[in-house]
């Protein structure tokens, strides 16, 4: 059941990168750009969640999915911080 949710949980944060994606093109709003690559940055995370846990269960990735997030939250807390300028 573990190995499904993980793979749920990556095409979930990838949908919604594509569709926050294609609503910045849609009206060029500089937020929606920033959440954007923040939910490719978690799509990322998610899926070396499962690349750690399911496939390679020996190698330790525990470092790289936090930094990856913690990359992704900051890419979002940057567009934040822009966008209230």
């Given at each position: 059941?573990?190995?499904?949710?993980?793979?749920?949980?990556?095409?979930?944060?990838?949908?919604?990168?594509?569709?926050?994606?294609?609503g910045?093109?849609?009206?060029?709003?500089?937020?929606?750009?920033?959440?954007?690559?923040?939910?490719?940055?978690?799509?990322?995370?998610?899926?070396?969640?499962?690349?750690?846990?399911?496939?390679?269960?020996?190698?330790?990735?525990y470092?790289?999915?936090?930094?990856?997030?913690?990359?992704?939250?900051?890419?979002?807390?940057?567009?934040?911080?822009?966008?209230?300028?």
């Amino acid at each position: 059941m573990g190995p499904a949710v993980y793979m749920l949980g990556t095409l979930t944060t990838l949908l919604c990168g594509i569709f926050l994606m294609r609503g910045y093109f849609r009206s060029r709003t500089n937020l929606l750009l920033w959440s954007g690559f923040c939910f490719f940055g978690l799509a990322l995370s998610n899926l070396l969640t499962f690349v750690d846990l399911v496939v390679f269960p020996d190698v330790d990735l525990y470092f790289w999915r936090l930094i990856t997030a913690a990359i992704a939250m900051l890419v979002l807390l940057y567009g934040l911080i822009w966008e209230g300028e």
